[in-house]
């Protein structure tokens, strides 16, 4: 079986909407197995010194995104794992870009075409999550999808798109059947995409990495699974790209610890070994 077959295969599963819980948790299992079974027979690479990951911390400037319950801001949260996670990455020899280094506003659309531009392999947008659920905790890795995977995940896809949305989501059905959406130019924009099936299946792999990594860290758990939602960050990428939204800030325990350092550097660390797990996989 060849690599790319197995890759295609990892992002052909991860790619898929999970129906219920079970399935997500036997889809999760699944992926696990093939990406640990590649791992282990791959040969030795010194090519991923030339590898440029691109860390995308999201908002920024007049754009301060969620807040926990003290007002620390995700702004500031997201930045300080970014910058844990370049240090992480540059120590294992990756070239490393920030889409911004300090508090400044970024463009969505410039944040993708950055990494395009360098021809960064893996594209990693770091985001902090809001519920008006008080209760909800947890990790959430997303890929593109021009349909969300829930409700939840729609909801979320407005908020960091920042008003930059795909006004009318179409049904997932309508991939295959054609169906008719308001908004035909949004849906042409998405499935054009889409088209890009390699970067699609990858970025299935290193959602399945990052969500793995980061969902696994004592006190940002539980793993809330591989999830798909129309993120205008990711729209466009021709590498690999996710969006990993690493806790609740919304959530009072789980806010106050993402605003420490250390549990962004054990984040930023995290993210960096799901990367490098992809990576080294390709
Ligand atoms: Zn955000």
């Known amino acids: ?22 399935q997500s948790i036997g889809l999760r299992a699944s992926c696990v197995c093939v990406l640990v079974a590649w791992s282990q027979v791959r040969a030795p690479t010194d090519a991923r010194a030339a590898e440029l990951v691109v860390l995308d911390p999201g908002h920024g400037g007049h754009l301060s995104g969620a807040q926990n319950a003290d007002g620390v801001e995700e702004k500031t949260i997201v930045l300080a794992i970014a910058l844990a996670a370049r240090r992480a990455l540059a120590a294992d020899g990756y070239r490393v870009v920030l889409t911004r280094n300090d508090d400044r506003h970024v463009e969505l659309a410039d944040r993708i075409d950055l990494a395009n531009r360098k021809g960064a392999a893996a594209f990693v947008s770091i985001h902090g999550n809001f519920s008006p659920v008080s209760s909800r905790r947890g990790v959430e890795t997303y890929v593109l999808s021009a349909a969300a995977s829930d409700e939840t995940s729609l909801t979320l896809a407005h908020l960091e798109n920042e008003g930059e949305v795909f006004d009318r989501i179409v049904d997932e059905d309508a991939f295959g059947g054609g169906a008719v959406d308001r908004d035909q130019a949004d849906l042409r924009f998405i499935l054009s995409d889409l088209v890009r099936m390699n970067a699609h299946q990858e970025s299935g792999a290193l959602a399945l990495n990052v969500q793995d990594s980061v969902g696994r860290l004592d006190g940002f758990g539980p793993s809330r699974g591989l999830r798909q939602a129309p993120f205008r960050v990711l729209k466009g990428a021709r590498m690999a790209a996710v969006l990993v939204e690493v806790g609740y800030l919304s959530n009072k325990r789980q806010g106050a610890f993402l605003a420490t350092q250390n549990a962004q550097n054990a984040a930023g660390t995290a993210i960096a070994r799901g990367v490098g797990r992809f990576l080294r996989a390709r």
């Open 1 to 22: 079986m060849s690599k790319r077959h197995i890759l295609g295969s990892a992002g052909w599963l991860c790619g898929r909407r999970p129906r219920t819980a079970i």
